[in-house]
């Protein structure tokens, strides 16, 4: 069983910056394709960016170079750094992993308004 929790989400202006964190158990984030999906209101849930075990990335077209996934392997977590929010990234962000089948951490809610 793989358990993933997210922290870091919240209120932020346009503009703005969020650092979101996932911390998985065991050596996950190391050993399988780790990312961050989202999912805003009455709309369908979204790739945002995914980092294989090997390092490779891939960013959906709308975050690309506002957005960087990194690995924290010694502490097995996962980071999404969210730079020039918009209100459109406004949605709830989802930890993400594929061991036999998917796993999915709790959510946390980004927000970005003025």
């Known amino acids: 069983q793989v358990r993933l929790v997210e922290r870091g989400g919240g209120l932020v202006e346009p503009g703005g910056s969020l650092r979101l964190s996932c911390a998985a158990s065991?050596?996950?984030?190391?050993?399988?394709?780790v990312g961050w999906y989202r999912q805003a209101p009455g709309k369908q849930r979204e790739m945002v960016a995914l980092?294989?075990?090997?390092?490779?990335?891939n960013y959906t077209d709308s975050v690309k170079g506002r957005f960087t996934i990194s690995r924290d392997h010694a502490r097995n977590t996962l980071y999404l750094q969210m730079n020039s929010l918009k209100p459109e990234d406004t949605a709830v962000y989802y930890c993400?992993?594929?061991?036999?089948?998917?796993?999915w951490g709790q959510g946390t809610q980004v927000t970005v308004s003025s």
């Open positions: 980092v294989t075990s090997g390092g490779t990335t």
């Open positions: 993400y992993t594929y061991w036999r089948r998917d796993f």
């Open positions: 065991g050596s996950i984030v190391s050993r399988a394709t």
